[in-house]
């Protein structure tokens, strides 16, 4: 938590001091960045302002501390007090939850994906900032519009921030070692390649768990990689399909190369068990390969690793929807200029491009021209993240974005319907049945 005002600046902690020098220095850096000339929206910020922001915690340390910089910055110049809090990411989605329906709180949330599409009665509409913004950036990447836009509509209820990408993390050693120079795309030869790592003792492995990023994004490849999914685009219940079916018993094969333990797998697993040389294939954020970089006693395995996006199997396009964050207003907020004119701040070049280059990569933009910006050539195996936002695969793909679809994810449909078949519980045909009942409780056919 953060109370930032003009008076209590130098009591910043020295990390968020160092952060605001570096975001300063990093400016001349940002006009890299091309902004088009653009009338900003009438943000009168009212009298007496003050802020709250709720926020996922951090995967890497600099995120929070250039992000905690910018909001100071904001203060400096309008003397709006901002105070930003960072709460884990199995909690955020509860305690939006409990802001939106108690009418009270934060002014402004920036929760994952559909968030402002689950609460969007209780939202203020943010329309005119994501406008200008996208006339000002080249436009907002295709999975931004897809989070933004409330369906059907060109009226933004959300701000999309950045979204992180799950590739395939690998050690490229073991890969070429058993015959390959990188992960085939196609399924026979990604299934081969697994195989021949388990018998090289150099096992892969991914999360089954209920792991808000790497279970979903696991189990959404599996059926997406195979053309399935969980809604048509009607908005009605898909998942019992024979392409579901072959994806399922696909699955079934893969599993029986992983590491042990997978079922239980959370967020943080795969990392762990990456670093210790107990899993030699997984997918991953980019944190993985900098916490590896970065210690000396892992800096070997960062050298033998590189990334690559997850095969793309039957589907045109590597599937994979990125973990997005996505900024939304509260209509009980006593301020929505301010929060408004804020969330327009740190978006602008001059405080998004030093977040940018501060995450490493970590989160990916979501408006054209940050293409540009110096985080994707600063190491060529962190390129690979720079495109997350223009997948055509959303979380809830077929289907529009809605609570529905928001509420199947967090029940985890898609996760628990793979690790049923791959524990042995159910058959595949038994587990999409599940799970097209399960879906049914949140979807209605039209």
């Known amino acids: 938590m953060m109370l930032t005002t003009r008076r209590n600046a130098i009591g910043l ?6 952060a605001m020098t570096a975001a300063e220095q990093a400016q001349a850096q940002a006009q890299a960045i091309t902004a088009a000339d653009a009338p900003a929206p009438r943000l009168p910020i009212e009298s007496g302002a003050t802020l709250r922001m709720l926020r996922p915690v951090r995967f890497v340390q600099p995120d929070e501390d250039v992000f905690r910089a910018n909001c100071a910055r904001f203060t400096q110049q309008t003397g709006v007090q901002v105070r930003v809090d960072f709460v884990g990411w199995e909690d955020i989605t509860q305690q939006t939850a409990v802001t939106a329906n108690t009418g009270a709180g934060p002014d402004m949330i920036i929760g994952f994906n559909e968030s402002p599409h689950v609460y969007v009665d209780k939202l203020v509409e943010l329309t005119d900032v994501a406008e200008y913004l996208g006339r000002r950036y080249g436009g907002w990447l295709a999975l931004a519009q897809r989070y933004g836009k409330r369906h059907g509509t060109n009226n933004w209820i959300g701000l999309p921030f950045g979204s992180s990408g799950g590739p395939l993390v690998y050690r490229k050693s073991a890969v070429n070692a058993a015959g390959y120079e990188r992960p085939p795309e196609d399924h026979a030869g990604y299934l081969d390649l697994l195989r021949k790592l388990k018998s090289a003792n150099k096992p892969a492995g991914f999360a089954l768990g209920n792991a808000v990023g790497d279970g979903n994004g696991f189990a959404n490849w599996v059926i997406w ?4 999914f969980l809604v048509n685009e009607d908005g009605s219940v898909g998942i019992n399909s024979r392409e579901t079916i072959e994806a399922l018993n696909y699955l079934k094969e893969m599993y029986a190369t992983f590491i042990p333990g997978t079922l239980s797998w959370g967020d943080v697993s795969n990392n762990r068990a990456y670093a210790s040389n107990e899993c030699w294939l997984t997918a991953n954020g980019v944190s993985l390969y900098f916490a590896l970089k970065n210690d ?3 800096r070997a395995i960062a050298e033998d690793t590189e990334h690559m996006l997850l095969p793309k199997g039957k589907a045109s396009f590597s599937p994979m929807a990125g973990l997005t964050l996505n900024a ?10 301010a929060a408004k004119a804020l969330l327009q701040f740190l978006l602008e070049r001059e405080q998004y491009d030093p977040w940018l ?6 989160w990916a933009h ?7 910006s110096g985080v994707w050539s600063s190491d060529p195996k962190v390129a690979v993240f720079r495109d997350t936002m223009k997948s055509p695969f959303w979380i809830g793909y077929k289907g529009p974005i809605s609570e529905a679809s928001a509420a199947a994810t967090a029940e985890y449909v898609m996760v628990q319907m793979c690790a049923a078949v791959a524990s042995g519980q159910s058959t595949p045909e038994q587990a999409a ?5 399960r879906a049914q409780r949140f979807f209605r056919r039209r």
């Open 225 to 228: 990689s195979h053309n399935g």
């Open 366 to 372: 979501p408006l054209e021209n940050y293409g540009a």
């Open 433 to 437: 049945r599940e799970a097209e009942r």
């Open 357 to 362: 280059n501060a995450n490493l990569g970590y």
């Open 13 to 18: 902690s020295a990390a968020a001091m160092a």
């Open 328 to 337: 939304m207003v509260f209509k009980h907020s006593r301020y929505p200029n």
């Open 296 to 298: 000396p006693a892992t």
